[in-house]
């Protein structure tokens, strides 16, 4: 292998930019050179490809986002789409390609290895947690950091308040964002895609809410109910009830990464690299158990559940004293 490609995908997670130092480093000390697509897919429709360089990327470990910028490409779905990206890499006699992002990314790779023989290696990066083969996505710590940072704030107001605040954080299909986070800060109730036993425990608990004090409860954005049903739920049970919602929105996908997705992106990044020159192919680099690992593209993408564990807490948690 003597020229990597490197691109993020889909929405941008906080360590993408350590895992790109990662694939850098590892690519220089081997004596590869390394290019970066900009903008996901629609760089390699487009032909958008930059040098890449270790030094220049060790400033970009402590920052949230993409230094190589990112996109949901419409275009990569088409067959002419692909085949133009496809064209690029020929043109610019790229070896293989490293793809940092989440389900859509590694969806994008198995249509793509349709029509192109080159290796791929992906890192799961995403806020969402939502693919197996690792039991960390890059950016998830850190998107749970800010949720956490965020509720504690809002618990002050509603605690002075005696409020019931419905907060609902990002996910997408998947609850782990709202578990972390949830039961990081002490919520009342939390709602989940994955769970339909969660909304009854919540109209129970709220029934009783009070008035002498706070009521939280973190509402996963895939939840199925959503916040503003979920609100009007209790207003039917409880009209007079106080109640405000609080969508935490894009700000969760924001931020310097925390150490622990610095830690992982470095890990992930270099793994990547590794692997291809192992002849390794078609697979996401992950961490299980602390141990690195490589899972293949179609079993990554398959539908994610949250762990037993996890919905054991919930339960203990979301029923009442
Ligand atoms: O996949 C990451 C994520 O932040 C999801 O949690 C959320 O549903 C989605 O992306 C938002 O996407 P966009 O930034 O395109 O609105």
Redesign the pocket.
Known sequence: IEHIAVFTS??DSPGMNAALHGVAKTAEINNIRLSGFRKGYEGLIDGDMVQLDSNELKKWVHRGGTLLKTA?SKGFLTLEGRQQALANLQKNKVDALVAIG?DGTFKGLLAFSEICDLPFIGVPG???NDLAGTDFTLGFDSAVNTAIENIDKIRDTAESHNRIFLIEV???DCGYIAIHSGLGTGADAILIPESAQDFLQLLENAESYDREDAFIAIVS?GDELGAELAASKIKEINPDVDLRITKLG?VQ?GGNPSAFDRMLGIRLGVTAVEALLLGRRNAMAGILNNELCLTPFDQVVKEHQVNDELQNLLKIFGSKN
């Open positions: 889909g929405g949901r989440g995403t806020i969402d990002m996910g997408r954005e894009h996908r």
